[in-house]
């Protein structure tokens, strides 16, 4: 094999992308063989961490550990407060006739995007309380936690066991339970070096812009149902039908059975409760101020937990490599501007929430300035906007190498000659 290129080492390096190396390499062997230059780091480019967590946590003042239910109420309040803004606002829009229907139309379209973004506001602060953060009493934080996710239907304590065992086995490709990288194998099939049945053109029209674009999009809007419902993107169980609102199923224990059924009764009401909001109010009003905001709940959590998670620089490790720092260092923050605040931190502190799960939020921005300076090289953080940021996530991290303790994000080759 010749040696590479100084390309091709910026593209290791994660400076030149798979568009920018295309000049470089011969495309039509690429295509033939199913398989492209990885977008991983060189091997061996990161050593295995010699902090401690309990070094971690010295390194964050102490108040950042500390929960209040009232401070939690508050932003709770808040969050609500601006819902019911914004839904009285757009009834009174609304009602406004005279105004020019295009006007109308831009102040729906308006509410139901920020409509959705606050109310995973409301989504995080449930999070929130499946972590334990908020409050210091583990029965309020499931009450309150049972309500606020039933209300967007999620199944709380489902949720909340999957969600907890992600946060103890993160990046690890045996045991973590979502966004579980393909194996080479895995995503080219059985036989990764044989041809493309369509040939050449057919393997260029699976990954052109359009086809990566619906992908995209796919995921936005049917990923967390398809996560709830099939297990999508979580460890695979062979001949199951693996779901969160079975409590047989094998992700969940047997003491788990009365809480994944107690979290079945929360979503039943739910139902109840939209049913006879859409008998009194009918089915287009029921959508227009709750379902379609709700959607948008989905394409946000979808986004940005799969971005925080999506990186060529986050290793992935099998069983000879994998501890708890190294795998819950291995997350990207990542900066939502004034979303930021909408969804209380949730994508630009999550390395600190991986480390310390129950650390409430709001000491989360303090605890990351902390944790920065401890991590050094090893805290990931990206400025790139979030669209572009989703492209890049999206078409260089298909797959990691089949064999390895430490594996990282590639993606085929794109390019046609």
Request: a neutral charge; one cysteine or more.
């Amino acid at each position: 094999m010749a040696p590479r290129t100084r390309d091709e080492d910026r593209h290791l390096s994660g400076a030149l992308t798979v568009e920018e190396l295309a000049p470089v390499v011969g495309a039509k062997a690429l295509l033939r063989s199913r398989r492209g230059l990885s977008t991983a780091p060189a091997p061996g480019r990161q050593t295995p961490p010699t902090f401690t967590i309990k070094q971690l946590r010295d390194a964050v003042p102490a108040h950042c550990f500390e929960r209040s239910l009232a401070r939690s109420l508050m932003h709770l309040a808040g969050d609500l407060v601006m819902i019911a803004a914004m839904a009285a606002a757009i009834h009174a829009v609304d009602g406004a006739k005279w105004l020019p229907l295009p006007v109308r139309a831009i102040a729906w379209a308006a509410y139901w995007w920020f409509q959705g973004a606050v109310m995973t506001g409301v989504w995080v602060l449930a999070h929130e309380c499946g972590h334990q953060s908020f409050s210091p009493w583990r029965s309020v934080n499931n009450a309150f936690g049972l309500v606020l996710h039933s209300a967007l239907l999620v199944p709380y304590h489902s949720w909340r066991i999957t969600h907890g065992n992600h946060h103890k086995n993160t990046n690890h490709m045996d045991r973590d339970q979502v966004f579980v990288p393909h194996t080479e194998t895995e995503y080219f099939g059985s036989d990764s070096a044989a041809a493309p049945s369509g040939g050449a053109f057919s393997e260029a029209l699976s990954e052109a812009p359009a086809a990566e674009l619906f992908g995209i999009a796919q995921m936005l809007l049917l990923g967390w149902p398809a996560y709830l419902l099939m297990n999508t993107s979580s460890q695979a169980h062979p001949g199951r039908w693996v779901n969160h609102f079975n409590p047989s199923a094998p992700i969940f224990e047997p003491k788990d059975w009365m809480d994944i059924l107690l979290s079945d009764a929360g979503l039943l009401v739910a139902f109840g409760v939209i049913g006879a909001a859409i008998r009194s109010w009918g089915f287009a009003a029921v959508a227009r101020y709750y379902l379609i905001p709700y959607l948008f709940v989905n394409m946000w959590l979808v986004l940005i937990t799969y971005l925080q998670h999506s990186d060529v620089r986050v290793p992935h490790y099998r069983n000879g490599e994998w501890s708890f720092v190294r795998g819950a260092v291995g997350a990207v923050d990542r900066d939502y501007g004034i979303y930021n605040v909408l969804q209380h931190h949730i994508g630009d502190t999550h390395v600190a929430h991986h480390l310390f799960s129950t650390m409430p939020f709001y000491h989360a921005q303090e605890a990351t300035v902390a944790l920065k300076k401890a991590l050094g090289p090893y805290y990931l953080q990206d400025s790139t906007p979030i669209p572009r940021a989703l492209w890049r996530s999206w078409t260089q991290c298909k797959f990691v190498q089949d064999e390895g303790e430490v594996l990282y994000y590639s993606s085929p080759y794109k390019a046609v000659e």
